[in-house]
C-alpha cells in the first residue's frame, strides 16, 4: 500500500525520558512534515523537510531534534520528556509543490508522558 | 500571519439532512484549500483539493466551494449519514505550508 507510516501508533513514557517517533512514506514524495496535535484538536507544524533538508523550523523547544536519512524518512527524536509534550504526533508528506497536490498524512503516534 | 476558523466548533444533525459546514482565512493569498476528516483517534483524510484559480470541487455526496477574495470556504455534505460522523478539518497552503483551522466535530443521529 501507498502510505506514510508512523510507529510507533502508541507511546506511553515517563518523564525525563528520550524516545523517538519513526516516518516512512513511499509516495515518491519529497517534503515531509511533522505536525502536533494538541488536546483541542489543534494541528500546528513543528518542522518540514525537503529532499533532507531542512526548511520550515517552527519554535519548539531544542529538545525535539529532527532527522532526515533520506527523502522517504523523517524521524523526530525528543529529548527530556515533558508532561506537556504529551500529544498526538502527526508525520505528512507532499510533493514541494503540496500547492497542487495537498498532504497525505500518517495516522499519528499519541504520546503520553507520565 | 495566516489564520484559520471554522463555525461551528460543533453540529449535530439527523440523519438524511444537508448541512453546510464553513471555513474562514483571514489572508487570501493562497494556493489552495484542503479538506479533511479525522475519526476518533485516528489520522487525517483528504476529502476534496480546492486550488486557488477554482471556486468548487465536488466528490459523491460532498462539494467544497471557495470564495478567495472574501476568504471564505463551505463544505456541503448532502443527505448526511451516521457514517459521516467525524471532525473536519480545513487547511489552507500559503507560504510553503498548510495552516489548519480548529475543526468541526459533526455527529449525525440516526
Known amino acids: 500500500d501507498t502510505a506514510v507510516s508512523q510507529t510507533p501508533k502508541y507511546l506511553v513514557t515517563q518523564m525525563g525520558n528520550d524516545k523517538s517517533i519513526k516516518c516512512e512514506q513511499n509516495?515518491?514524495?519529497?517534503?515531509m512534515y511533522w505536525y502536533k496535535q494538541d488536546s483541542k484538536k489543534f494541528l500546528k507544524i513543528m518542522f518540514s523537510?525537503?529532499?533532507?533538508?531542512?526548511?520550515i523550523n517552527e519554535t519548539v523547544p531544542n529538545r525535539f531534534s529532527p532527522k532526515s536519512p533520506d527523502k522517504a524518512h523523517l524521524n523526530l527524536h525528543i529529548n527530556s520528556l515533558e508532561l506537556g509534550d504529551s500529544a498526538v504526533y502527526f508525520c505528512?508528506?507532499?510533493?514541494?509543490?503540496?500547492?497542487?497536490?495537498?498532504?497525505?498524512f500518517g495516522s499519528g503516534t499519541r504520546l503520553t508522558v507520565v | 500571519k495566516q489564520e484559520v476558523t471554522q463555525i461551528p466548533a460543533a453540529l449535530s444533525v439527523p440523519e438524511g439532512e444537508n448541512l453546510v459546514l464553513n471555513c474562514s482565512f483571514t489572508d487570501s493569498a493562497i494556493y489552495n484549500l484542503q479538506w479533511f476528516r479525522q475519526d476518533p483517534g485516528k489520522g487525517l483524510t483528504s476529502l476534496l483539493l480546492i486550488q486557488s484559480s477554482q471556486r468548487e470541487q465536488t466528490s459523491g455526496r460532498l462539494n467544497a466551494s471557495l470564495d478567495k477574495s472574501s476568504g471564505r470556504s463551505t463544505l456541503y455534505i448532502a443527505a448526511s449519514q451516521p457514517g459521516d460522523s467525524a471532525t473536519y478539518l480545513c487547511a489552507v497552503y500559503a507560504g510553503n505550508q498548510f495552516y489548519f483551522g480548529t475543526g468541526t466535530s459533526l455527529t449525525v443521529i440516526p
Open positions: 523537510y525537503n529532499n533532507k533538508e531542512l526548511i
Open positions: 505528512a508528506s507532499s510533493q514541494a509543490t503540496a500547492a497542487v497536490y495537498g498532504y497525505t
Open positions: 509516495l515518491g514524495h519529497d517534503t
